[in-house]
């Protein structure tokens, strides 16, 4: 406990003072915390007194991590974990930000980084001993590689955690009238999308974020499937081709046959109370808007595929960043298994090793880190 002064002496508060020893602290530097009491006319005494002293400034949003990171203290992974979970807001989003900030992810770039260098080594090495004439290279350092490309690849299979932050993304399309925003309604349980019987209501796009049993979704309404001269229409037709393009699960409320191609759809078989539309053909979902007929077995359905989609609660999930590396690195390795020349397997080698050090942010990531930090609020 001490008493905090202003230069002039004039005592602004009694306050909890702790010190942090560098480079133990949390950024690595030396560091103190004011525990002050909270009224605001102390906290802003106590801020214009610091103010005041020569040198001190606030700090940048996001600042003590980017310290923290530029001192090493945590790796870009681990930052970027810290980021998803200040904004966290489901209890899933939180665990999976946690097992990345906490170093989830980072543990196993340095266990990849440290059998990269052993092969790379082993690799120079061999160039030193190499001949005139191709001689083989030794089949054990190929089986490592590919061992290597082989979990990286698994690592890319899994899901991302996009879906999890961001929503997993349904898009509901098909040809005009076929009753989209009418299903739409039903799930979401109230009016946010116009419905008419006129084809061509729906031009721009819906967005509905809905949780599904705990799992957060954002709907998509799109315009009907149609050709249409009207300038206004068709450019939402395009966007509605495109949001089936970007779709994480397509529900198709048209004929089978006319499918787009999609790895994840559910064809819907709408408007199931009227006459002649009672007998869905087999393997659709039947549903009816006006009723509610199906529209909890849709959801059921959508929730399934929306789980196969989004990682196991608290795993370590890559981002889209992330991915991109990890397929970089993998990419190097797949070329090097390929080369029967140890200097080409050497430099590609060198580029796995680049990609894994863009990974947690040792080289070449400048562009990266004014936009995570910049996501960061005051303090943190
Ligand atoms: N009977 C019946 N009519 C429906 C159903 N769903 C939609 N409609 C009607 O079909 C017309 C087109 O619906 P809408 O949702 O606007 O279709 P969209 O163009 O695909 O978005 C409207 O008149 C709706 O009232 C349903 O399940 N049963
Ligand atoms: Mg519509």
Not at 167 to 196: E, F, H, M, W, Y
Not at 210 to 225: F, K, Q, R
Not at 290 to 317: D, F, R
Not at 335 to 361: K, P
């Amino acid at each position: 406990m001490r008493t905090l002064r202003d230069a002039s002496g004039q005592v602004l508060d009694d306050a909890l003072v702790l010190r942090f020893d560098g480079p133990a602290s949390s950024t690595g530097e030396d560091a103190f915390e004011l525990h002050c009491h909270g009224g605001r006319a102390v906290v802003e005494a106590v801020l214009d007194a610091l103010g005041a002293i020569e040198g001190l400034r606030p700090a940048e949003p996001g600042e003590f991590t980017r310290r923290a990171f530029e001192n090493g203290r945590i790796d870009l992974t681990e930052a970027e974990g810290l980021a998803d979970l200040i904004e966290a807001e489901t209890e899933s989003q939180r665990k999976a930000a946690l097992a990345v900030a906490e170093g989830g992810l980072r543990k196993q770039i340095e266990d990849w980084q440290a059998r990269l260098v052993e092969l790379a080594a082993r690799a120079e090495a061999a160039i030193d001993y190499a001949e005139e004439d191709e001689t083989a290279v030794d089949p054990s350092l190929m089986q490592a590689m590919e061992g290597l490309r082989a979990e990286l690849s698994s690592w890319l299979d899994r899901p991302r955690s996009e879906p999890l932050k961001d929503g997993v993304r349904i898009v509901v399309a098909g040809p005009p009238n076929a009753g989209k925003s009418s299903l739409i309604n039903a799930i979401a349980g109230q009016d946010k999308a116009i419905v008419t019987d006129v084809p061509g209501t729906t031009r721009d796009q819906i967005e509905v974020p809905l949780s599904l049993s705990g799992i957060p979704v954002l709907l998509t309404d799109t315009a009907g499937l149609r050709e249409t001269t009207e300038l206004v229409e068709s450019i939402g037709i395009e966007r509605a081709r495109c949001s089936v393009a970007a779709a994480d699960i397509l529900l198709w409320l048209g004929d089978a046959n006319d499918l787009p191609s999609h790895p994840r759809s559910v064809v819907v078989h709408s408007k199931f109370d009227l006459p002649g539309r009672e007998s869905p053909p087999d393997g659709v979902v039947p549903v009816s808007a006006v009723t509610g007929a199906g529209i909890g077995n849709l959801m059921k359905t959508m929730a399934n595929l929306s789980q196969a989609i989004l990682p196991t609660e608290g795993a370590v999930a890559l981002n889209r960043r992330q991915a991109g590396l990890v397929e970089e690195a993998q990419q190097a390795l797949a070329d090097a298994e390929r080369s029967t020349d140890i200097v080409l397997i050497a430099e590609s080698l060198r580029l796995a090793r680049t990609a894994f050090d863009r990974l947690t942010g040792k080289a070449g990531v400048e562009d990266v880190l004014d936009a995570l930090f910049g996501r960061f609020c005051l303090g943190k």
